[in-house]
C-alpha cells in the first residue's frame, strides 16, 4: 500500500533505497506479483469449484442412477410380489374349490346315507307294524277259534240238554200210575218219619229240661237216635222225577282252617299279583284310587345313605331290581309311569350324590345303579304300554289313557282274561 511506504531513494537498476540505508521495496513488483497469486488463487480455487462440481455432477448422477436402480429393483421386487401373489391366490381358488367339491361331496354322501337310513327305518317300522299286525291277527283267530270251541261245546250240551228233557218227557208219560203210586207211598213214608221225629224231638226236650244227674249215675248209652236216614220233609220231591231217590241233604262244610298260605317274601323285592285278594274286583278298584292318591302326594322315604347304599348294592353279590332300587312297590302297588320313575330318582340321587356323601366309597357305584334302575324301568314301561296295546286290540278294544299311565295292573288283567 502506499500508505505503508517510506521514502525511497531510487537507486540503479530500479532499486530503491530508503532514507535510513535499508533497501527500499518495489511495491509496483509486489502488487504485480500478489495480483498474478491473486489470479493463481482465483484459478485454482474455480479449478477446485469446477472440480467440486464435476463431482458433485458425477455424485448426483451416481445418486440418480442408484435411484433408477433402486426403482428398477422395487419395480421387480414388486412384479415378483405380485406374481406371488396371484400365484398364492390361484392356489387359495383351487384349495377352495376342492374343498366346495369335497363338502358337496360329503353332503351328498351325507344326504343319502341320511336317505338310506330313513328308508331302513320306514322299512323296519313297517315290517315291525307287520309283524304286530299278524300277531294282533294271530291272537284275533285264536280268540275266535277259541270262542268257536267254547259255542260248539254249548251248543252240544244243549243239544244233550234238550234230548233227556225229550226222553224224560216221553218216560213221564209213559208212567203216570207209576208216579201216582210212588209219591202215595213216600207221603205214607213221610208221616210216619214225622211222627217219629216228633216223638224224639219231645224226648230230647225231656232230656234238656231235667236236671243233670251225677257224673258217676250218667248213662253210657249210645244218644237218641236222629230222623231216619234217606226222610225229606214233606214237598221237597214236589217237581222231582219218579224213579229217582230223594236228593240227600249236602254235608255240612268243614270248619275254616287256620292256616293261611302267603306268598314268601324277599326283603327288599315287592311281589304284585300273587297276592289272594288280587282276584277280587273291588279290592282291586279300590286299591288303584288309593294308589292313585297315593301317587299324589309321591311321597318316597329315603333313608340314611349309609344304610341306602348297602341296599341298593348289596355286598354278597345280589343285584336288586329296579323297581326295589328306586322303591317302586309296596305302597305303588297298582303300577308306577314315569312321573313316579322321576320323582323317586330325584329324591335318592339328591340324597346318595358322591358330592354329599365324599366319606362313603361306594356312593358313585350305587348313584350310577340308581340311573340303571331308571332307564330300566322306563324302557319296561314302554314295552309294558305295548304289550297292553296289543293285548286289549286283540280282545277288540282300546286302551285308555288311564290304563297306559300305570299300565302293570291293566296288563295283568287283561292278560288273566284272555287266558280265561
Known amino acids: 500500500g502506499a500508505g505503508r511506504r517510506s521514502p525511497t ?28 497469486q ?3 488463487d482465483n484459478f485454482r480455487q474455480k479449478q477446485r469449484d469446477h472440480e467440486l462440481k464435476l463431482r458433485l455432477k458425477r455424485d448426483l448422477e451416481l445418486q440418480i442412477q442408484d435411484s433408477k436402480l433402486q426403482k428398477d429393483r422395487e419395480l421387480s421386487e414388486e412384479e415378483k410380489y405380485h406374481r406371488m401373489q396371484e400365484q398364492d391366490r390361484f392356489h387359495w381358488e383351487a384349495q377352495e374349490r376342492q374343498h366346495h367339491m369335497a363338502k358337496e361331496q360329503f353332503l351328498l354322501t351325507e344326504k343319502s346315507e341320511r336317505a338310506h337310513r330313513i328308508l331302513e327305518d320306514v322299512e323296519r317300522k313297517e315290517g315291525e307294524r307287520r309283524r304286530e299286525k299278524q300277531e294282533a291277527q294271530a ?6 277259534h277259541e270262542v268257536q270251541l267254547h259255542q260248539l261245546k254249548a251248543d252240544e250240551h244243549w243239544g244233550k240238554c234238550r234230548e233227556q228233557a225229550q226222553l224224560a218227557l216221553v218216560m213221564s208219560s209213559d208212567s203216570a200210575k207209576m208216579k201216582e203210586e210212588a209219591q202215595r207211598q213216600l207221603t205214607d213214608k213221610d208221616e210216619q218219619a214225622i211222627i217219629q221225629y216228633e216223638r224224639l224231638k219231645a224226648q230230647r226236650e225231656k232230656a234238656a229240661n231235667a236236671p243233670p ?3 258217676a249215675a250218667m248213662p253210657s248209652g ?3 237216635p236222629g230222623p231216619p236216614p234217606g226222610w225229606t220233609p214233606p214237598g221237597a220231591l214236589i217237581g222231582g222225577t219218579v224213579g229217582q231217590s230223594p236228593p240227600q241233604a249236602a254235608p255240612p262244610p268243614p270248619p275254616p282252617s ?12 315287592e311281589l304284585c299279583g300273587d297276592e289272594p285278594w288280587f282276584a277280587d274286583t273291588s279290592v282291586r278298584k279300590r286299591l288303584r284310587e288309593s294308589v292313585a292318591e297315593a301317587h299324589k302326594e309321591q311321597k318316597i322315604l329315603v333313608g340314611n345313605p349309609a344304610d341306602e347304599i348297602p341296599r341298593i348294592c348289596p355286598e354278597d353279590g345280589r343285584v336288586l331290581g329296579a323297581g326295589a332300587v328306586l322303591r317302586l312297590g309296596g305302597a305303588h302297588l297298582g303300577g308306577y309311569g314315569e312321573s313316579d320313575v322321576a320323582y323317586a330318582y330325584r329324591q335318592l340321587s339328591r340324597a346318595l350324590h358322591p358330592d354329599k356323601n365324599p366319606d362313603l366309597p361306594r356312593a358313585h357305584v350305587a348313584f350310577h345303579r340308581l340311573s340303571e334302575a331308571a332307564e330300566e324301568l322306563r324302557q319296561g314301561l314302554n314295552e309294558q304300554r305295548s304289550a297292553l296295546q296289543l293285548l286289549v286290540s286283540a280282545m277288540g ?5 288311564q290304563m297306559l299311565e300305570r299300565p302293570q295292573e291293566a296288563l295283568f288283567a287283561e292278560a288273566c282274561r284272555l287266558l280265561s
Open 258 to 269: 287256620e292256616q293261611h298260605l302267603e306268598a314268601k317274601r324277599v326283603e327288599g323285592v
Open 9 to 36: 531513494v531510487a537507486g540503479a537498476g530500479g532499486l530503491s533505497v530508503s532514507s535510513v540505508g535499508v533497501p527500499a521495496v518495489n511495491w509496483s513488483v509486489l502488487d504485480k506479483v500478489a495480483a498474478q
Open 139 to 144: 291272537l284275533v283267530d285264536r280268540a275266535s
Open 213 to 215: 244227674p251225677a257224673a
Open 222 to 224: 249210645p244218644p237218641p
Open 397 to 401: 278294544g282300546q286302551a285308555t289313557a
Open 38 to 40: 491473486h489470479r493463481q
